[in-house]
């Protein structure tokens, strides 16, 4: 997986974890699944999320930020387009955006931005519940100022596949056809 500058790539960085791919899906395999220690979250239109939330579903999550101008967004349209090719079976799926910018992505400004992507949803939170995120899911997120007062957020860019065990099964780097991600779901609810 990639650190990217939502402009310009970074050095890779690499979850221990993370092998290649099975033969029988495109995502980047964790050998084995990793369970996901319990998270909790705000959602964007009110309410909690926890850990709890995942059992049972599919789930993709991605880490960014709404002020990212190019990584973030190109993402989030491709989740949106695999939402959209589920048909049917997206009631079964669930997709996060969690922000790594809490302080500047208010539950409003995430609603108004993921109104542009159909099926997201987007999750907040404080900055302890974020570094588990980030531990859980193996994400590196660095803030670089980027003078008068603005900055961007450097970040692994990278999708998630959350098995209905809650356990995190792959992974997909920054500019993985939708294709590939909707079939590996496929896959997986057809097994389900």
């Known amino acids: ?3 990217w500058a939502c402009a310009s790539p ?3 960085a690499t979850p221990h974890a993370m092998t290649h791919a099975m ?3 495109n995502g980047a395999a964790f050998e084995p699944p990793v369970d996901v220690q319990p998270l909790t979250f705000t959602r964007a239109e009110g309410g909690a999320f926890t850990t709890a939330d995942m059992r049972g579903r599919t789930s993709l999550f991605f880490f960014g930020y709404t002020h990212c101008p190019d990584v973030c967004p190109f993402t989030l349209a491709d989740l949106s387009q695999v939402h959209r090719r589920l048909g049917g079976e997206a009631e079964r ?3 996060y955006f969690v922000t790594l910018d809490p302080a500047r992505d208010t539950p409003e400004r995430m609603q108004t931005y993921l109104s542009n992507f159909a099926g997201i949803t987007g999750l907040i939170g ?3 519940e974020l570094t588990d995120a980030e531990a859980a899911f193996k994400v590196v997120a660095e803030r670089r100022d980027t003078g ?5 957020v450097d970040h692994t860019a990278a999708t998630y596949l959350v098995n209905a065990k ?3 099964q792959l992974a997909y780097p920054y500019g993985t056809p939708p294709d590939e991600i909707l079939e590996d779901v496929q896959r997986l609810l057809a097994a389900n």
């Open 93 to 95: 799926v669930d997709m």
């Open 1 to 3: 997986m990639l650190l």
């Open 148 to 152: 008068q007062g603005d900055y961007m």
């Open 23 to 25: 033969p029988t899906f």
């Open 166 to 168: 809650a356990q995190i």
């Open 126 to 128: 404080s900055d302890a």
């Open 10 to 12: 970074a050095p890779p």
